[in-house]
């Protein structure tokens, strides 16, 4: 039967098997990204629970593990009622508008060395560019609600992921500066060696900045002023229903791992071992890349909930204040620290002159 298979996509056209070869690999990547979107939500609702000492779903399957395959369901069944005086068409493309650069960053994201769907040589500009689009689904969303709690909302959300959007970019000019390439291979490459060797040590007022912004950047706590997650106006969706406003939510989570994961990538080696070049590297020799990536990633997904649990929420004049007088001076600084660093091969991580 394989061997039945095999002929059959030998025998197709160069130019399909080119289109099957790519489908394939979107699909190994988008599909288990769907799963572990729908169970970061699960992940969220239990870890909470058990800070807040409650218990947490546990009804729908053993330990409640079939709780966010019941969310979908119900979500699917439910009715998607357009407001009145809504731009209708603008307001089912606006969760569209979310989610898809969400989930078109990952086609250049490396998940281990030569693990990558298109490796090009822009991909870092091409992940900013990409994440910088979401907010016009937000903004849309705001506009087409005809509803002023939706539109004051959508204006805030805007006005707080532009403002952190800058200092997120800064912080990645030092992370260019450091590696000399945009492509994010060769940024994890330039990180090898052991734990001290990763970018985190010399970058870590950026390293902390960028994490930070992420988490403001998607409208988590204690960032969420333009949503309000604990109160009835949901904020810029709160006109929305059914799947259009599951797919803002899963817009939400889809960043939010998207964040953790670009995280690891660029402060703390992708998918290298924390122990490379030391006298206990065969000892762990067998763990592959892609675990190590994802374990590192976990722990800033786990990140996300926790500051959700711990600290209460900014206020508005706070974020701001944040933002543009104490991150974006911070990254301008640093990256001229960098570049010095960098020039005169003052630490080891860099080659002279590179």
Request: proline share 5%.
């Amino acid at each position: 039967m394989i061997d039945f298979f095999v002929q059959l996509y030998l025998w197709l056209p160069v130019w399909l098997q080119t289109l099957l070869e790519i489908l394939s690999k979107i699909v190994l990547i988008m599909g288990p990204l769907m799963v572990l979107v729908a169970y970061y939500t699960y992940a969220e609702r239990k870890i909470i629970g058990y800070m807040q000492v409650r218990v947490g779903p546990n009804r729908v399957g053993p330990k409640g593990w079939l709780q966010p395959i019941a969310d979908a369901v119900k979500l699917m069944f439910k009715e998607i009622v357009l407001p009145t005086g809504a731009d209708k068409t603008l307001f089912l493309i606006a969760p569209l508008i979310s989610i898809a650069p969400a989930l078109a960053a990952w086609a250049v994201f490396p998940f281990d060395a030569g693990w990558v769907l298109a490796d090009i040589n822009a991909g870092l500009l091409y992940i900013l560019a990409l994440t910088s689009l979401g907010v016009y689904g937000i903004i849309i969303a705001g506009w087409a609600s005809n509803s002023k709690y939706a539109f004051l909302s959508a204006v805030r959300s805007a006005a707080q992921i532009v403002s952190y959007e800058i200092a997120m970019g800064f912080a990645l000019v030092g992370v260019v500066v450091a590696a000399g390439s945009l492509n994010l291979g060769q940024i994890v490459e330039g990180q090898s060696g052991n734990i001290f060797h990763w970018y985190w040590a010399p970058l870590l007022p950026l390293f902390v900045v960028y994490f930070i912004s992420g988490v403001a950047e998607t409208n988590r706590a204690p960032f969420d002023v333009a949503e309000g997650e604990s109160e009835i106006v949901a904020g810029f969706h709160v006109e929305y229903s059914g799947m259009a406003f599951a797919v803002f939510f899963l817009a939400e989570y889809a960043n939010m791992i998207l964040i953790s994961a670009l995280t690891v990538l660029l402060f703390l080696g992708g998918w290298l071992s924390p122990f490379q070049g030391t006298p206990i590297e065969s000892w762990f020799a067998w763990v592959p890349g892609l675990i190590w990536l994802l374990a590192k990633t976990f722990v800033f997904m786990f990140m996300f909930l926790w500051f959700r649990a711990t600290f209460p929420r900014y206020r508005y004049d706070q974020i701001m204040r944040l933002g543009w007088k104490v991150f974006i001076p911070i990254t301008i600084v640093w990256i001229v620290v960098i570049g010095l660093m960098r020039v005169y091969h003052m630490p080891f991580w860099f080659p002279a002159g590179g």
